[in-house]
Structure formats: structure tokens, C-alpha cells
């Protein structure tokens, strides 16, 4: 039987504060040895996931901001794949808005609603850094975003005032681990299912783990066969996970990810 282990980065298989991920080094050496496939699920861009998959050994598809694009290795996958683009290496799949579009949209649903809110483009260097501790050249590479805007609202507000005002105008809001996300009308889940029908062509039977730890990852878990919520760093839940949607591993980010990989998946495969 086959195993793909989709797995959002930051907060799950990256902490949270150092981005480091040495408490998650066992499990992940483990799934790569035996060729199980490792599928980063994110809303970081396709420059940042491509930097982290060099470092974390990784050389599959992956999904990027939040589902609204996709990467695949050139020849990873058998035959042709509907909606495909070449691109250097690869083939690329896109089902967000550009990102132009998106932040029009932002500022349009700020007014509407009477938001104060701080959008990704429009911050500095220096504000990146301070809400994320990005620098060099993996900040330069968190903002070369394609089709979804992180954005931080000042005061407090009605989130699903604006999620409703996203979905008037066929858009998508989530909170991850650090922002708000506006983008186009897709999501993790989508990316996830549309992968999957990939892999099952390819090798049939396949089990699906997913791993998250933010509302962002709901469409993740609805759409694996195993979906684990880590803790964050203070040792709570996401809320916006309700509890019958994903399994709880005690234990936050890379540690995690873990006891989520070898509690339930390693058993099953060795």
C-alpha cells in the first residue's frame, strides 16, 4: 500500500519561530527512505517552497500559496495533466486570480467593511521581518506572491463578515498561523484532491496523511484519509479546527509532525 504525506510548512513541519526542524528529522528521514511521498501544502510562494524543498530533500510536486498553484517535476506523473503549463523543470497549474486582482479586491472589501488592515505588498522589509523574522533572501522570496495576499487587520473585526464580502466576489478568505489570506476561489483541499487523483493514476490504492496547524489547513484535512492537527507553540489548538475534522497530536510544530508520522503511519508501513 502506498502513502502520500501532504504537510503544511510553517507551525507543523517548520516551527513556528525558528522555522527549524530537527525534532521532525527521524520521521521525515524515515518517509524518504522508503520512497513515501513528501507534498508541501502552503501558503508560502513557489520561491520559498522551492528553497525549502532543496534543504528538506524533497523533490516531488508541491502546492503553493494556500492551493492556487501547483508544481510538478517533469515526468513525475504518467501521461498528460489537464490544465498543465511547461514551465523550466516542470509543469505548473494554476487555479487562483492573479495577484493584482486580489489585492484590488483587499483594498476594495477594507472600505467596504471599514478595516484598518496592513496588507503583505505594501509592508516593508523591515515589518516583514518583524512579523515573520524573515530576512535576506528568504523574505525576497515571500514576496514574489502570484495569486494570494497575506494582509494583517489592525483592531478587532468580523470574520465572517469578511468572508462574505470574499465570496461575493468569487474570492476565498482564511486565517493561518500569522495572517489573513484573500485569494482566488480555491484552496488547500482543491490542491490536494487534484493531486491525488495524480498519484492514484499512477500507483492506484494510495493512503493520504495530512498534516497542519492552522484554519488554513481545513480543506487539507477534509480532503485527506488521515488528517493531524499539531499544537502551536503554547500548546494549544487552532480554533478553527473543530475536533471531529482533524486527529490531535500533542505536541507543536516539528515535534508534532513527528509522533503524527510515526504514531500512525510508520507502523502502517513497515
Not at 492514484?200 to 495530512?210: H, L, Q, Y
Request: hydrophobic share 40%.
Amino acid at each position: 500500500m502506498t502513502f502520500v504525506v501532504f504537510t503544511d510548512l510553517d507551525g507543523t513541519l517548520l516551527d513556528h519561530r525558528t522555522y527549524g526542524f530537527r525534532m521532525a528529522l527521524p520521521a521525515l528521514d524515515m518517509l524518504l527512505r522508503r520512497n513515501v511521498p513528501v507534498v508541501p501544502v502552503t501558503s508560502k510562494t513557489s520561491d520559498e517552497v522551492r528553497w525549502w524543498m532543496g534543504i528538506l530533500g524533497l523533490k516531488g510536486p508541491f502546492a503553493y500559496e494556500n492551493g492556487s498553484g501547483i508544481i510538478i517535476p517533469e515526468g513525475y506523473f504518467p501521461g498528460k495533466i489537464k490544465g498543465a503549463s511547461g514551465q523550466k523543470g516542470g509543469l505548473r497549474i494554476s487555479t487562483g486570480r492573479e495577484i493584482g486582482d486580489v489585492r484590488n479586491a483587499l483594498r476594495n472589501i477594507a472600505v467596504e467593511l471599514g478595516l484598518s488592515i496592513r496588507a503583505y505588498g505594501d509592508m516593508s522589509s523591515d515589518e516583514i521581518t518583524a512579523a515573520t523574522g524573515l530576512q535576506g533572501k528568504e523574505l525576497e522570496n515571500s514576496k514574489r506572491r502570484e495569486f494570494d495576499e497575506p494582509f494583517l487587520v489592525n483592531g478587532d473585526y468580523d470574520h465572517d463578515d469578511f468572508v462574505n464580502a470574499a465570496a461575493a466576489r468569487g474570492m476565498t478568505a482564511v486565517r493561518g498561523g500569522r495572517f489573513h489570506h484573500l485569494l482566488g476561489d480555491c484552496d488547500k483541499g482543491k490542491a490536494v484532491r487534484f493531486l491525488m487523483d495524480l498519484f492514484r493514476r499512477k500507483d492506484g490504492n494510495v493512503i493520504s496523511i495530512g498534516i497542519g496547524d492552522s484554519e488554513n489547513d481545513m480543506g487539507l484535512f477534509q480532503s485527506v484519509d488521515r488528517p493531524f492537527l499539531v499544537q502551536r507553540p503554547d500548546g494549544t489548538y487552532s480554533s478553527g479546527i473543530p475536533e471531529d475534522e482533524a486527529e490531535r497530536v500533542a505536541g507543536p510544530g516539528p515535534a508534532g509532525w513527528r509522533m503524527a508520522v510515526e504514531g500512525f503511519v510508520s507502523n502502517a508501513i513497515n
